[in-house]
């Protein structure tokens, strides 16, 4: 997404102008206003950008085989979520800019910004324990991944008989059932995480070293913990501005909290998360304002599709598994039915669909770390930014509302 590293580098070029100037209310009023209309509209370009890519049609994968450099990246899949992460932390540093560089500390502790700031570092915080659910819900998608590859190492064999189909179904099944029911209970998801922990060959495998340092310096979330009540709680006093307010830094704090709102519940709708049951639907952002278009856009599509797939019970809505879901019930269908030797024609059928199994996973495998690197950065991007502004509201004295 180049446009969007353009767009950060000229915003804070010119925030930082104002670094060597004594910041006046008054004085620079039209500056200021000047400085969140062009944040706004960089928020609504960047939304706009996801939402044309989802909105675009997906390639077969024959398509992305013999086209790869035209190949669109699905809707809510691996590198879909990337490109998100990659939009809250750009707009995440352009807010931090326009709030706090160069700024008189005296005018974020005035109301109502004494009271919205509060509010959201609160929300940052719920923020944090969701990126920490989140990153140990990919070693549910990891531990599919790897149930799905046992399935084609016995499926590719040629000619393959009983023993390589019944080995494939009993991984299919495993993960079939990995993938419905987990939302019932907390439970689950400690036992999904334990998985991964046994075995030393796994342990000892090139291609896990990477993903196991990551989880040495993930936190676990408590078993009666909810993601669903945790994306309400970020919501719960989220409200646009009126009035006067709508005009002044209350506007960008009001962007800022609604676009890490957006992400958390995203990545709680796309993958495993502990507790899921009920989450919301709504969307507390007025349909009027110009720079959330794209963004409702967003909310509404993904809010459809979890509908949907909450009643059946899902592991969630990320691309990449929803097309294993949809070739493991037809691979367990075969290998209900089969008798050796197969017809050729089904054998043809099904070294397709294990091929497209095999290239999803070949996918798993290249996009599962660097997302779970992005969420890291973005955990820490979150943890920095609330000190800092912690720092200069500290600095004033003068925080009316009390910060967690």
């Known amino acids: 997404m180049p446009a969007t590293t353009e767009y950060q580098g000229s915003f804070l070029g010119r925030i930082s102008i104002r670094r060597n100037q004594v910041m006046n209310m008054d004085g620079n009023h039209d500056q200021e206003l000047e400085d969140i209309e062009l944040f706004q509209r960089h928020i609504s370009d960047r939304f706009a950008d996801l939402l044309s890519s989802s909105q675009q049609q997906q390639p077969s994968s024959s398509e992305e085989a013999s ?13 879909w979520l990337r490109k998100l992460l990659d939009v809250f932390l750009c707009c995440e540093a352009e807010f931090k800019a326009l709030l706090i560089m160069g700024r008189d500390p005296s005018q974020i502790s005035k109301p109502p ?17 969701i990126c920490n659910a989140v990153t140990n819900g990919i070693e549910t998608v990891r531990h599919c991944q790897n149930l799905a590859e046992i399935a084609v190492t016995a499926l590719e064999q040629k000619p ?6 019944n080995r494939a179904k009993k991984a299919l099944s495993s993960l079939m059932m990995e993938m419905t029911g987990e939302d019932k209970e907390g439970g689950s998801y400690a036992r999904t995480w334990s998985f991964g922990r046994r075995g030393s060959a796994a342990a000892a495998s090139t291609k896990d070293r990477g993903h196991l340092h990551l989880r040495s310096h993930t936190w676990s979330v408590s078993n009666n913990w909810s993601a669903a009540k945790q994306i309400q709680a970020m919501t719960a006093n989220l409200q646009a501005p009126r009035g006067n307010d709508a005009s002044g830094l209350a506007s960008p704090v009001f962007i800022m909290s609604t676009v890490v709102v957006f992400l958390t519940w995203t990545m709680v ?14 969307f507390p952002v007025p349909k009027q304002l110009v720079w959330a278009q794209s963004m409702i856009a967003l909310h509404e599509k993904i809010g459809e599709e979890w509908k949907k797939k909450e ?17 493991a019930h037809s691979l367990i269908e075969f290998a209900d039915n089969f008798q050796f030797p197969a017809e050729e024609e089904r054998v043809e059928e099904v070294a397709a669909q294990v091929a497209e199994v095999a290239d999803t996973c070949r996918k798993m495998a290249e996009g599962l770390v660097p997302l779970q690197l992005q969420i890291r950065e973005v955990f820490h991007r979150i943890v920095r930014s609330r000190t800092e502004i912690l720092d200069v509201l500290e600095s004033t004295g003068k925080v009316s509302a009390p910060i967690v």
């Not at 919205?116 to 324990?129: C, F, G, N, S, Y």
């Not at 709708?269 to 709504?282: D, F, K, S, V, Y």
């Not at 009643?311 to 070739?327: C, H, I, N, T, Y």
Request: glycine share 8%; charged share 25%; hydrophobic share 40%.
């Open 311 to 327: 009643k059946k019970g899902s592991v969630g809505l990320l691309d990449e598994m929803q097309r294993l879901e949809k070739s």
């Open 67 to 79: 086209t790869p450099a035209a190949a669109v990246d699905p809707f809510l899949s691996i590198n």
């Open 160 to 165: 393959f008989g009983d023993g390589q189909v």
């Open 269 to 282: 709708a796309a993958i495993p998360c502990q507790e899921r049951n009920g989450l919301a639907t709504h």
């Open 113 to 129: 910004l004494d009271r919205l700031i509060p509010e959201m570092l609160d929300r940052a915080v719920k923020a944090l324990d």
